[in-house]
């Protein structure tokens, strides 16, 4: 099986990452193949211009009815707000895959 070697972000959220602020993705079954301990090229979802790498630490599976407010506060935003962009994003998805990670200077 190939693992990814890319990934994307909503350009909102590259100011988060880049600071740190940010240390958490929340992907569906699609993106839950990344390699933990390896690096991926991290561009923009609406223009693909890179801006940084990452070191995947984990990519551990979650239900959607099992985010809590620790999810939230590594995702930068409230919970309320995690779960509204996670249905905007998955629409009825319940089984989601959180993949941590660490910025590569």
């Known amino acids: 099986m190939a693992h990814p070697t890319e990934m994307t972000f909503f350009e909102r959220f590259e100011s988060d990452i880049l600071s740190g602020k940010k ?3 929340i ?3 699609s993106e839950r193949d990344y390699k933990v301990g390896s690096v ?3 561009n923009t979802l609406e223009e693909g211009r890179w801006f940084c ?3 995947i630490l984990s990519v551990e599976p979650i239900l959607f009815g099992e985010l809590n ?3 939230a506060q590594q995702e930068n935003m409230t919970l309320d707000v995690l779960k509204g962009v ?3 994003i998955y629409p009825g998805v319940e089984q989601l ?3 941590s990670y660490r ?3």
């Open 53 to 55: 790498k990452l070191e």
């Open 97 to 99: 895959y959180v993949v």
């Open 69 to 71: 407010d620790f999810h």
């Open 86 to 88: 996670i249905q905007d």
């Open 27 to 29: 992907r569906d079954e």
């Open 103 to 105: 910025l590569v200077d």
């Open 40 to 42: 991926v090229d991290v």
């Open 23 to 25: 240390t958490i993705t």
